[in-house]
């Protein structure tokens, strides 16, 4: 029988026996693995069994021996070279690991044109934090994501091909996009060619254009986004202040540039995407005050827009097409912002399925508002991406007044998803209109679902509420065969404007 030795005490112990032998009858041994239930074998010097055991039982996941190497000297046969705020730092890896979660690794490493003798590459394009945040992915499937980085690290996840981390960026992005940083991830979207990326960064800009363009990050974009945004007939900003906007932004371009800050110079910085702001949406008054005289438009310019203020038929070169803007000038704290009325006081799970039927309510209200899109619990099945579409229509003649259509994440939680409308929708008072949700490719999941709901829901009812009082009125609709009403069921958040 095999015996092995303490190097300390000198004592002798049996491979295979009885753990609780070991450990009543040893204070150490130079390590323990389980071979079985009840046998152990050599391993860590001056460790109890118990311990080692625990020791054990946490790196028994590849992913916890894997980490173990993460960013380690320790085995490493190839380091990256890259810039770390201004000084170069060399990030040791392991080239099995790499390959095994990038093609582009496996190809550098052990493709048929590859050197079997590369162990440093430099990297001159990727900074530090993002390429550890992907050599943690490849270590542990972990992503662990933030704002400041998140740019760089998707960039880092496509040059390497690193598909689950690109669309773990994406995700995050997705959920954390904030005013401040929306204008950022949008042009990374452009380069990057993000559709559904792209898609979400404008929504957030056409809601809240007048916060965005007031940031320091609009001033930071180049030319060709602010191209992109200025010819958007979806935003929902007065044409005066995007114009002062602008006008921010060519003095900020001007110093990049290193040139002075001049009229002549600021219209240089311009050039064609000057003809996208729309002054002839402007009032005379704001362009008198805050455009003519100021030498960005020539003097020709300047006459043909006062000239199509006295004739509107009179023709212009600068872009005189209505932006889809209803929001009026605020009243009271409630007005020119988003109202979301929530029908249920509880969620539950797992009673309303999604099969080949779609989630319907019908409503009217007292007074006509702006319907700007609606709120859709998520389902209960494991955590994936659904295709969330949803549509208002007419009740009496099914007639389709708006559609909308986004990709989810869905988590097994009961998280509500806000789907918005490209456009808000005017709805007349006293006039039944239905509200519909469906998930493509859900079948047979069952989704979560509000309880404790209220037919009559009237806006004073709401504590943060300080508006015009408007009253919803909720119907089971006769077109779903769900049990989405007014008590319980689907479509948990009406989102809308007042009118004035």
């Not at 390590?31 to 079985?36: D, G, M, R």
């Not at 929306?182 to 929504?203: G, I, N, P, W």
């Not at 789907?419 to 808000?424: D, Q, Y």
């Not at 408007?470 to 009118?499: A, C, H, R, W």
């Amino acid at each position: 029988m095999f015996e092995t030795s303490s190097f300390d005490s000198g004592q002798s112990f049996d491979v295979n026996c009885n753990l609780e032998e070991m450990t009543t009858n040893a204070d150490t041994i130079d390590a323990v693995s389980l071979e079985s239930n009840s046998s152990c074998s050599l391993i860590r010097y001056n460790q109890s069994p118990n311990e080692c055991l625990s020791s054990l039982d946490s790196k028994l996941t590849l992913k916890a021996r894997f980490a173990e190497f993460c960013l380690k000297e320790d085995l490493a046969d190839v380091h990256f070279v890259v810039n770390d705020e201004g000084r170069e730092r060399r990030v040791p890896s392991h080239k099995l690991i790499l390959a095994a979660g990038s093609d582009v690794f496996r190809a550098m490493f052990y493709g048929l044109l590859s050197n079997p003798s590369l162990n440093e590459v430099n990297l001159p394009d990727v900074d530090y934090i993002p390429l550890t945040k992907l050599l943690r992915y490849l270590y542990t499937d972990e992503a662990k994501l933030d704002a400041s980085s998140l740019a760089a690290t998707l960039y880092v996840a496509k040059k390497y091909q690193v598909f689950n981390l690109e669309r773990e960026c994406i995700n995050f992005m997705s959920w954390n996009l904030s005013s401040d940083c929306v204008l950022m991830v949008f042009s990374q979207a452009v380069l990057y060619d993000e559709r559904e990326l792209m898609d979400l960064c404008l929504e957030k800009l056409y809601w809240n254009a007048s916060e965005i363009i007031n940031t320091d990050s609009f001033l930071d974009i180049d030319y060709n986004i602010l191209s992109i945004i200025l010819k958007k007939d979806e935003l929902q900003v007065k044409e005066v202040e995007l114009y002062k906007a602008v006008i921010r932004w060519s003095m900020r371009e001007c110093e990049r540039r290193e040139i002075p800050v001049t009229a002549e110079n600021q219209r240089l910085v311009l050039g064609e995407a000057l003809y996208d702001i729309r002054f002839p949406l402007m009032t005379g008054d704001e362009f008198a005050f805050n455009v003519a005289n100021q030498q960005i438009l020539s003097k020709e310019e300047e006459m043909s827009v006062f000239a199509y203020f006295a004739n509107p038929r009179k023709s212009t070169r600068f872009n005189s097409k209505r932006r889809y803007f209803y929001k009026t000038e605020p009243n009271n704290d409630s007005e020119n912002k988003e109202v979301v009325l929530t029908r249920f006081s509880k969620v539950e799970s797992g009673r309303i399925c999604m099969f080949d039927q779609i989630h319907k309510i019908d409503f009217l209200v007292t007074k006509p508002i702006l319907i700007s899109g609606f709120g859709v619990y998520g389902t209960r099945c494991p955590q994936g991406d659904r295709i969330l579409n949803i549509e208002l229509t007419k009740a009496d003649t099914n007639e389709s007044l708006a559609t909308a259509q986004r990709k989810v994440t869905c988590t097994g939680k009961p998280h509500v998803y806000q789907i918005r409308f490209k456009v808000p929708v005017v709805i007349d008072s006293h006039t039944i209109y239905t509200a519909s949700a469906e998930f493509d490719g859900c079948f047979p999941y069952p989704t979560f679902y509000g309880i404790n709901g209220k037919r009559i829901f009237s806006l004073k009812e709401m504590s943060d509420f300080r508006g015009e009082d408007v009253t919803f009125i909720f119907f089971k609709s006769e077109k779903s065969f769900l049990d989405t009403g007014g008590e319980m069921g689907q479509i948990p958040q009406i989102l809308f404007y007042l009118k004035k």
